[in-house]
């Protein structure tokens, strides 16, 4: 714990802001000196609390939708009648040699369990999974690796329907959205991150559609002793990624 590269980072930084605020009374610093030293003092203390466990967690918590009893949801709705779409994380490049679900990264793995799990408790007639990596010049085949995980965790592979083109959660919501109407659908049920499932509804009623969120890969935990309050790099990314769900709802 001691050797975690952003915790060294922080002591480090602080021992550095506490030397060069010592200064001799004889020759005080100028005015933008003292100005440049507070900024820096302050931004050290931002990522101290950004980087240590109790406020990375506490603020998952804020952003995080509990989960969602889909089978009552759903109620007597025709299965052929109901729409599971499921949003796509990250993937790794291919690799000769290895199956292309091994490759999945990020949140995608977790999304396609927690996927299979609502399906096989209130099955739908078509389940729609939507997205792809960032582009590197390779063909992206995260949705489709996901599909090979729900398969094998139950869900027939004749109900999958794959929408590899989505590139961010709008467009998740846009392309999934034509293809939910496209199958008369009366209801549909949205499959991703607790943490991200907030944006993910703000994007789906833009394009008009009314969902029913069924929030999955759950992160939360309530640290312990005296951990939470050590920074981590972990927490750092934690906190990191609460702040890009935050922001990416004030997308125009």
Known sequence: MLLDPMLDFLVVLGLALLLAGRRRKSAPPRRAARWGL????????????????????????????????????????????????????????PRDGVLRAELLSGSSLPRAIGAARVYLQRPVGHVIVTGRAEPWGYADETAASMGDVMVAFGVPRERILIEPM????????????????????????????????????????????????????HRYEKPESVVPYIPSTEAFVRSGKVLHEVLGRFRP
Do not use: Y
């Open 166 to 217: 989505a590139q961010n959660t709008r467009q998740n919501a846009v392309f999934s959205a034509l293809m939910a109407r496209g199958l008369d659908a009366e209801k549909v049920v949205v499959v991703t991150s607790a943490s991200h499932m907030p944006r993910a509804i703000l994007e789906f009623e833009r394009t008009g559609l009314r969902v029913i969120a069924a929030p999955v890969d």
């Open 38 to 93: 507070r900024i820096a003092r302050i931004w050290w203390l931002w990522m101290w609390l950004m980087a240590t466990p109790r406020v990375s967690f506490g603020a998952l918590w804020l952003i995080e939708m509990p989960p969602t009893d889909v089978k009552a949801a759903l109620g007597d709705t025709p299965e052929d009648r109901c729409v599971m779409i499921v949003l796509t994380g990250g993937h790794l490049s």
